[in-house]
């Protein structure tokens, strides 16, 4: 694909329901990231995917957050009993190493209401 | 550790100039820059390395000092379309470390 897609754009859902959502990273591209995003804040790193290396998951806030990278290419980031503290913008991006270094390339990112 | 970036928001005119800053309490292997603009995903801006100094789009040029362990972007006669959060994200080293980004440096260009 020309880029990054995440599905949904948009999710609305209710306090205590669990949500995925998926990522499709750019085609060849070994890293992948999960970051969040609250109004008007900045980058929150949630978790990394490299290659077959074991995730770095570092980032994720709780043990309601998990994900997985299935087949070294899409990623699905799950919440459990969502909070409504979980709301904000879920960015997704992918890179692939290269000699000066790493550009990550992001999606367009899903927007999470939880009610 | 998460770079500073400084400053938090600034304001300019059409014209203007404005510098934003990076700072890491780490040792600095290289310095990315990224623009979102209001309800988009970040867009990478170029990429430094030690002692590196890169030109990228239009009048917008940034310069890494890695003695300071620091970065600034350079916006040159700045445009409406300059209007965004620009965010620096660092790696400590050239190995696969994923960036870690700063909080981000809010710029508005007014008319």
């Known amino acids: 694909g020309a880029g990054v897609s995440q599905s949904p754009s948009n999710k609305v859902t209710e306090k205590g329901k669990d949500v995925e959502l998926r990522c499709d990273p750019i085609?060849?591209?070994?890293?992948l990231y999960w970051y969040r995003q609250s109004l008007g804040q900045g980058l929150e790193f949630l978790i990394y995917f490299q290659g077959n290396s074991a995730p770095d998951k570092s980032g994720l806030p709780s043990d309601r957050f998990s994900a997985e990278r299935t087949g070294g290419s899409v990623s699905t980031l799950t919440i459990q009993r969502t909070q409504q503290e979980d709301s904000a913008v879920y960015l997704c991006?992918?890179?692939?190493?290269?000699?000066?270094?790493?550009?990550?390339?992001f999606g367009p990112g899903t927007r999470l209401l939880v009610l | 550790q998460q770079p500073v970036q400084s400053p938090q928001a600034v304001i300019l005119r059409e014209g203007e100039d404005a510098v934003i800053n990076c700072s890491s309490s780490?040792?600095?292997?290289?310095v990315h820059w990224y623009r979102q603009k209001h309800g988009e995903a970040p867009v990478f801006l170029m990429i430094?390395?030690?002692?590196?100094e890169q030109k990228g789009h239009d009048k917008i040029s940034a310069s890494f000092n890695e003695k300071k362990q620091q970065s600034s972007l350079y916006l040159t006669a700045s445009q409406l379309s300059y209007s965004g959060t620009y965010f620096c994200?660092?790696?400590?080293?050239?190995?696969?470390?994923?960036?870690?980004f700063g909080k981000g440096t809010r710029l508005s260009v007014i008319a």
């Open positions: 085609s060849g591209h070994t890293a």
């Open positions: 430094l390395l030690k002692g590196g």
């Open positions: 994200g660092t790696g400590p080293n050239s190995g696969n470390t994923p960036l870690v």
């Open positions: 991006a992918s890179s692939v190493f290269g000699l000066v270094g790493e550009t990550q390339y």
């Open positions: 780490k040792a600095l292997y290289s």
